[in-house]
């Protein structure tokens, strides 16, 4: 009988994403203590979108190609750290983009594999997969709290020695995950081309694009913004935690919303929410009150929105087909239109100031809704949960 290696699966995800909590916040307030510009940290920030864009797809090919997974997910532990460790010496933006640019193409090849393996590893209970994805939020809610912690009484400097412990540990895991030797089945599939001339699923593809380009701002500046108006780094690991939880509650539900409310309706109802979430996010961040209120709005933006969106493609990109839907529209979302998030915000903080950045990453949301509401015509109820 197959033994579930839970605990090694569920460690790398808890790493995983630890590092993802400590420096998606916390970077970029390292790179301001350095003295870049908003555009330099945009620029810097923007290598992980970049990367996400053709990095996943490039080593998926690889891997199918030669059949050498394992390999690839070690490889990329060793490069991504020894990218990460050049950080220690460099403070120019050139040498600085290049060691950003290697962490990025590394770090972006990993994940996907492991999902694939942790389904292969699965077989007939995908069901469990939820109890070991959940260890990554947990990660990353342990990371930012905790980093935020450390960096209230440490240096700014002190971010690298967390990201590069917890790379390290990444790689410690990447070492002892086991290989599934047996070939999994693949189904027959409609073709990818005829599925993407389906107007629903090119309104989608361009719907989570903007919905994506809406966060850039988000994940680059939302700490630099806060810091900016006197929280401490604690309250800024605080409001960060608040959304990852909030994230986790709205996956928790998300198979008894999703008998409830059609995806159609799951999705107006995320890309409106992000219309709100990121007006206020820019215009009441004086308030902890209205800040609470636009991280619990993140279980909506992000939570039910990547869910739903999963859901999607799950069921519009059937059998052999569903791998390159989903590469598919991590590229477009996480990939294109976080990296064109993140440079547009990088380019309007200076000189359009922090209200009117996030009013743009509304705008981009309200793009989103309008997609949806007249080409998403989908109807039945999909199992988002799955």
């Known amino acids: 009988m197959h033994a579930l290696p839970y605990w090694r699966l569920s460690g790398y995800y808890f790493f995983y994403f630890a590092f993802i909590g400590a420096f998606s916040p916390y970077f970029g307030l390292y790179l301001q203590s350095l003295n870049f510009s908003a555009w330099d940290i945009g620029l810097l920030m923007s290598q992980m979108q970049l990367m996400r864009l053709f990095g996943p797809n490039l080593w998926g090919w690889l891997a199918d190609r030669f ?13 991504a750290l020894a990218g990460f460790t050049a950080f220690f010496w460099l403070d120019r933006l050139p040498t600085m983009l290049v060691a950003m640019a290697v962490l990025a193409f590394f770090w ?24 070991i994805r959940l260890w990554g939020s947990i990660g990353f809610i342990v990371a930012v709290m905790g980093t935020g912690a450390l960096l209230d009484m440490a240096p700014p400097v002190g971010v690298l020695w967390v990201c590069w412990g917890i790379l390290l540990g990444i790689l410690v895991l990447a070492g002892v995950l086991p290989e599934v030797h047996e070939a999994p089945q693949v189904r027959d599939g409609q073709p990818i081309a005829e599925i993407l001339r389906q107007p629903k699923v090119r309104a989608l593809m361009a719907a989570c694009f903007a919905m994506s380009a809406a966060h850039g701002a988000f994940y680059v ?18 409001l960060w935690s608040l959304g990852v939880v909030a994230e986790i509650v709205v996956f928790m539900l998300m198979a008894r919303l999703s008998r409830r409310f059609s995806l159609r309706d799951i999705l107006l109802a995320s890309f409106a929410a992000a219309v709100l979430r990121f007006l206020l996010m820019g215009w009441g961040v004086e308030s902890m009150t209205v800040m609470v209120v636009v991280q619990l709005m993140h279980g909506l933006t992000f939570g039910a929105y990547h869910a739903s969106a999963i859901a999607a493609v799950n069921e519009w990109f059937p059998g052999r087909a569903q791998g390159r839907g989903q590469a598919l529209y991590s590229s477009l ?13 990088g ?4 000189d359009w100031g922090a209200g009117w950045t996030f009013a743009l990453s509304s705008v981009f949301a ?6 949806v509401w007249r080409w998403v015509r989908e ?8």
Do not use: N, Q
Not at 379 to 386: E, H, I, N, Q, R
């Open 67 to 79: 059949g050498r997974r394992m390999a690839i997910i070690r490889l990329a532990g060793v490069i």
């Open 108 to 131: 972006s090849a990993a994940l996907p594999l492991v999902e694939t393996l942790t389904f292969d590893h699965l077989r007939e209970e995908c069901g469990r997969y939820s109890r």
């Open 221 to 238: 500046f939302y700490s630099i913004h806060l810091a900016g108006h006197g929280y401490s780094k604690t309250e800024v690991g605080g």
């Open 333 to 345: 979302s996480f990939g294109a239109g976080g990296l064109l998030g993140a440079l547009i915000s």
């Open 347 to 350: 380019w309007t903080w200076d």
């Open 366 to 371: 309200l793009i989103g809704l309008f997609l």
């Open 379 to 386: 109807t039945a109820a999909v199992d988002a949960a799955g």
